[in-house]
């Protein structure tokens, strides 16, 4: 019966293969096999791998990152646009993640002439080996702290969010490379040794058409105040994936992706949307998205303070509160956001004179 | 362990959930009457109404009804609520705690077919009537076609939990699923604001 009973499900979970995932057939069987390193044994990371850091990173539930780009000799990132990097073929992207000092997966992204690969390596214990996780992820993986273990992603939900984004790619854009690097985002890290700016892309010659102010003047998020610049920073990387004024979810009229060269005194779509607009989703207390001088009453800090499955932002690739980013966004509606809806106002009355 | 590997769990439930919807309710999708879906389209081009016959050809052929329009008992046993056909779970139809599972026993489903409890907790099925606020009236072709791809709601947001059988449905072709959603977006809207699911707490 039992084994009636595990046929019937590995004979539903083949057919549940959605026809648009990646034949596994297509990825390399082994972390090993995609050309991170020079050395297996040793793991020394080749040297046409160039690592980088984000200045905003993604919240991973206090993983330890490690990152890597890789850009085919003779090939470079087209930045004519400086919102959507175009990256040629042969573009390979790897990210470590680590819990309590050891390795516990790393992702691969690959451009292939036949489109954008997906797939994540899953390190053994004694992180001698790391083969290609399962399709399906692995929904228990290393324990992050007691009770809590990390999850391995499907690789369905690496498209939930890698194909929300017309560029894939989601840590290396003109923003995040700037040598203008915002001190108070949260969970900033150093630069890595040898990691790649804006200026040394260019540099190498695999960075072109980058609008030459962007190389006189590092990027930067010009806001009011630290508070703001760190806030609007951290919600373009963690909710401005998904949530943009052009993507799938236009429709929702919600947009916390944050447009280069804005100036200051121009209110980001992060106020325009989400400032006293109500919210479809609602919570007891609260229903717009934000209020200014009143966190209790956003939705938004309801959705980042929780981890039930229903109520959680962002909804996937975390299983844990990120604190110090709560208190940052709480901090920008209570200290910030009151002056700015003023300005609203004012200017809305001006408009109307 | 299972309460967070809700796919697995859908997986595991597929072979049951066919079952199920075959042998309880044949008779239910045998009575579902023709809706007005293409005589509605039929005003547009003939193309755009050969699209929602071809959705409402598949949508009754997978058993979406069984799930998403409430049963009533009629004369005969449960029939569909053709008052509120594809409409989800009725916000007025309040339930009990659902039994214990015991055993084997670890799927229960109420007498609407609309609420089931399982290791993932309390889920209702949701209106795919094309009514604005509850149901899918504000969500574009491209989000319902990401939806039934990923798992996810409107392919972005929280998980579909289980019995939904997104798997299968998500190996359906673009344009099996734009006649789809062109169907659903074409009967008559029914406003039926959908409890959220209710999620099992680990270890219980």
Known sequence: MRATVSALAVAAAIAAIPARTLSIGTLPPRLQDTGLYADWQSKTIASRNLPYSPQYPLWSDGAGKTRWLSIPRGKWIDASNPERWIFPVGTRLWKEFAFNGHRVETRFIERSAQGWLFATYQWNEDETDAPLAPEFGVARSAEIRPGVRHSIPSRTDCLACHAASDARVLGINTLQLSADRDPNAPHAEPVPEGGVSLQALVERGLLRGLPPRYLRVPPRIDARTPTARAALGYLNTNCGICHTSTGQLASLGFSLRYSLGLPVSASPAAVLTAVGRPSHFQVPGAKVRLAPGNPDASVLVARISSRNPVTQMPPLGTHLVDDDAVRLIRKWITDDLPAVQLAADKHTKETKR | ?204
């Open chain 2, 1 to 204: 362990m299972i309460q967070r590997n809700w796919r697995g769990a859908t997986r595991l439930l597929m072979p049951v959930m066919f079952g199920v919807t075959a042998i309880a309710f044949v008779s239910a999708a045998d009575q579902t009457p023709s809706r007005p879906a293409a005589q509605k389209a039929g005003t547009g081009t003939p193309a755009a109404a050969a699209l929602v016959k071809r959705g409402e050809y598949l949508v009754k052929n997978h058993g979406c009804t069984d799930c998403h329009t409430p049963q009533k008992m009629g004369a005969n046993g449960p029939e569909p609520d053709q008052a509120r056909y594809l409409s989800g779970h009725p916000a007025d139809l309040k339930l009990p705690p659902p039994p214990k599972a015991e055993g084997p026993w670890i799927v229960s489903a109420d007498a609407s077919g609309t609420a089931w409890s399982g290791p993932w907790g309390i889920s209702y099925t949701a209106n795919l009537t094309p009514d604005p606020e509850t149901g899918l009236g504000s969500w574009t072709e491209q989000q319902f076609i990401e939806a039934l791809r990923t798992g996810r709601h409107q392919g972005r947001g929280r998980q579909i939990l289980p019995p939904m059988p997104w798997q299968p449905f998500g190996t359906m072709t673009d344009a099996d699923l734009k006649a789809v959603f062109a169907y659903l977006h074409s009967i008559t809207p029914v406003k039926n604001k959908v409890p959220d699911p209710v999620i099992a707490e680990p270890g219980k």
